[in-house]
């Protein structure tokens, strides 16, 4: 959003941010805002490494984990919730990137609207990216319920939308 190169410190300052908010397409086609309260986008700026989890009672109780990357908040619907023990796995289905602002969002979506529910935050803190490919993302949370090494892998056999969530066994730490 313009100015990005007017800081007063010049080219030795840091750049806050390459990436500009997004509204993802297909976040704003499944729902009517004239109906849902939820967020329509493009408010809040990147910070590069926002992490939150949403308890979602829609028509099946899930949690929404959701990690900041390129602009938006990658998505995953985690049905029996995010696991908090080491060596736990969970299954978590890739959903439709939402936009940061939603990061943010508690509510309740009407009835007869796409994820008719309430929305409350159980979970939000910063996560680091240790790696992220189309196949595995290896992250560390520090969230105020979950914190730690977590992994996220796709889970193929399940189909093209699956990936199970992994909290890993901490390493000692080396003196
Ligand atoms: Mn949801």
Do not use: C
Not at 27 to 43: C, D, I, L, Q, W
Not at 143 to 172: D, T
């Amino acid at each position: 959003m313009g100015n990005r190169g007017s800081s007063p410190r010049g080219n030795v300052s840091k750049k806050k941010s390459e990436v500009s908010p997004v509204v993802p397409s297909e976040y704003k086609a499944k729902r009517n805002f004239s109906e849902s309260p939820e967020p329509t986008g493009g408010g809040v700026e990147p910070a590069g490494n926002i992490y939150v989890v949403q308890e979602h009672h829609a028509s099946h109780l899930h949690w929404d984990f959701r990690l900041e990357r390129g602009g938006v908040l990658k998505s995953w619907a985690v049905p029996r919730g995010p696991p908090v023990k080491p060596g736990e796995r969970r299954l978590a289905i890739a959903v439709e990137d939402h936009p940061l602002d939603y990061a943010g969002f508690e509510g309740v979506i009407p009835e007869g609207e796409y994820g008719a529910g309430t929305v409350q935050i159980w979970d939000r803190g910063t996560y680091e990216a240790l790696k992220w490919t189309e196949e595995k993302i290896e992250i560390r949370i520090r969230g105020e319920q979950l914190s730690g090494s977590y992994e996220l892998f796709r889970f193929r056999k399940a189909g093209e939308k699956e990936w199970l969530l992994f909290k890993k066994k901490e390493e000692p730490a080396r003196g």
